[in-house]
């Protein structure tokens, strides 16, 4: 009788730890991160709108498949321009693959006439744990009352060539596509490709 | 003459064109960053009709990896595309058992050092060369990487002789053919028929259970769907008499329970099946080789009797010392019976709690042996009972009079029953001190089937009633006891020391847990007790004074309860110093010994005594310390107040299922992690210390296996 309460203890604090894992339909965790201009971003405070999260590194063949070809910065242009509110987040820790001071971030923004709503700078990959951000790119797509509808790659085409971008169905524009029309996802949830996310003790 | 001539002259132009085609790697092999990318085809001659296995060959630079197939959490695999002449085709890129990759809290899988892609080629029957070679061509793309990526590309070539009949003596390009054997063994192979891989999904994910028709200690399973299997979750393996299970924990976003789970599963000899489990009711692992069961049966039984000598079963026999005294006075086969009756008692509470282990292990839990000490309510409820008991024992009342409420009352009793509830009670006191022997043989009874978990708690419990058996059976020994007298009521009250001693040391541990506001529950508990036995003693015999203790004790229990449930607050999980040691995740310990160094792992728990003492007594010891240091050992401490699936999951990997338990990894990532003994002493540290590989090594070493 004992052991079989203290089973059931350990059971309850078992869910109790597991239940924070990102899951596509779970509310979206909420986090505040500060930007390469040095203002502060609360998600929660966007309630109400559809938010993009983009996770970047810009030395990363994967990501600057996206850059170089100009597909990212249109998809920032054509939906930040219908009121979705874009995040790049950029998660490299210092001395690691990718990291940016704000000022260079900023070189970086105009260099590649990059227009998200900002870019919010993790070194210390706090946001990134919370999401379990694996790859750059890696995408979610947060619906205005701040449930996650997407997570995942890109699109559908994992490689570095840039001629591929033309024939790939894109899984970010159709989710957004869907939800600003009420729809349900078609898709909500793949696996993200690209390099793997430079957090902090990741590698020597 | 002329003709043998003839002869020789073909060969000696043979041999030249298969040197001009051995020296040929321009075109075949390119050098990219970071890896050289070989084209390689063993036949010299390509002809009607047939088929060989080509490869796609990578040397790559120390640290650096590219991709399996399911590339895990991050990167891609390569791929070829193939220009033939007309008559020739390929299969797809076969692709070899890969290695877990560690990368911070992602895991990829994929090759490091050098591997080679096996590519099944086909020529037609009507193959026509339309020159005298024929070329293979390919572009090849991939990713290398190491903590950054670095996407490649190449396009290869190779030219061989082209036939249009088969020759008489086919020749082989030895270097291609060599290389193309030498990775033959690493392709995975279907599984052998007659066994079966099945699987049954649970609320974390699913477990799996392939049969090979040996048992396995080691294996590693690597799904081809990217999105069913969460790829970093450590895989707890179960080894089975047949084969091994193991535990799988699914990706988050996973819905549905998939129709099947394919994958690779590689065992410790690196010997790769490719399996299609579907679900079903898994192959269970009967009993072992019953030499190995004999030994561990025989280890559980000498387990057993050395419980008797440790400090937290002391107590109790020191009860049974009494009732023996008082049973000298009985004839010799009235105290055979009472220590047959002792012993089924012992029985009695093992096979209950292996009836429960079952019945939890079924259930998906991992549990461990000291776990009913994770219970505060367990702990209130023992020290309740042992400080009563104490109360008697010190001669407040006397017990057993009307009392029949508490475990403690039925243990001291005279005849049949107190004998059994003593036996009771020795198990039940037992529990928390895992001596050495019983870790191991719990450890492995834990990942057996059900009978030899029987076997061994049963040999156990046998251990633990042995020396009380052996008295009863030998009264010559009893003699050795004093006679009775009036030092017994002496030697009961004396008694009664170590019976508070324990009740301290009960308290102690439900502070560790529930924190100081609970303690007031507990001690105010104590109070009614005190109360009660009061009332006994100085009413004895009267009914309504049991009643109104009854009445006391009712409330006392009722106190702790709601004590450990209300007022019970979240501990600080560590105690000793904790800043040298980093919390434990098998995550971390992956990447260290991915990185070459040792570990020092101290599985530890606030509750746990020895524990307690062997990092008082032995590892903070300056010298100890200094050697840790020296070694350049990362310390990491495994804290299991609270139960931890992952902890108990590491210790199941370990074949241990308590604490303490200390495990040394070299820096060598293929050396098997060293287990210390329970109770340590500091030569046993600095002794196993010493015997790491020296730091110019593991630098070395490091420089092997930087995880990317």
Known sequence: ?204 | MRARLHLVSLFLLALLTHLTYAQQPASSTVSAQHLTVQLVVPPAEIYPGQNFTAGLYFKLEPGWHVYWTNAGDSGEPPTMKWTLPQGISTEALQFPAPKRLPLGPLMDFGYEKEVLFPVPIHVAADFKPSADTTTFAAKVNWLVCREVCIPGKAALSIDRKALSATPDVPHQIAADAQLVARFADTLPKPLPSGNQARFAANTKGFTLAVTTGKRESGAQFFPFEQTILSNPAPQAEKPLSNGVSLDLTKDENLRTTPKELHGLLVLADGTAYEVHATPGPLPGGSSTDLGSLAKIVGLAFIGGIILNLMPCVFPVLFIKGLSLVQSSQHERSKMRAHGWVYTLGILASFWAVVALLLILRGAGHQLGWGFQFQSPTFIALMALLLFFLGLSLAGQFEIGLSLTSAGGSLASKQGYTGSFFTGVLAMVVATPCTAPFMGAAIGYALSQSAFVTFAVFTALALGLAAPYLLLAYNPAWTKLLPRPGAWMEVLKQAVSIPIFGTVIWLVWLFTQTTGPNALIGLLAAFLLLAIAGWVLGRWPGKTLAAVFAALLILPAIGISIYAVQRLATQPSSSTAAAKDWQPFTPALVEQYRAQGRPIFVDFTASWCLSCQVNERVVLNRADVQQHLKNSGVVLVRADWTRHDETIAQALANLGRSGVPTYVLYSGDANTPPQVLPEVLTPGIVIGALDGLPKPQSQSAQVNHSTPP
């Open chain 1, 1 to 204: 009788m004992l052991r079989l309460q203290s089973a059931a203890i350990v059971a309850l604090l078992a869910t109790a730890f597991s239940a924070y894992a990102v899951r596509v339909g779970d509310p979206a965790p909420d986090f505040t991160g500060v930007d390469s201009h040095g203002q502060s971003h609360t998600l929660s405070s966007y309630h109400g709108k559809l938010v993009v999260l983009e996770w970047t590194n810009s030395n990363c063949p994967f990501t600057k498949k996206h850059y170089d070809s100009g597909n990212m910065q249109s998809l920032q242009k054509q939906w930040t321009a219908k009121g979705v509110v874009w995040f790049t987040i950029l998660s490299s820790a210092p001395d690691h693959d990718g990291y940016k001071t704000a000022a260079e971030e900023n070189a970086y923004i105009a260099k590649e006439h990059a227009s998200p709503t900002a870019v919010l700078l993790d070194p210390t990959g706090k946001i990134g744990h919370a999401y379990e951000a694996k790859t750059t790119p890696h995408m979610f797509v947060i619906d205005p009352t701040g449930k996650i509808v997407y997570e995942g790659a890109i699109d559908d085409h994992p490689t570095t060539d840039t001629s591929d971008i033309k024939s790939s169905k894109n899984y970010v524009s159709d989710a957004l596509t869907e939800a600003l029309a009420g729809k349900q996802i078609a898709t909500s949830y793949t696996r993200p490709y690209g390099c793997s996310v430079k957090y902090q003790n990741s590698a020597e």
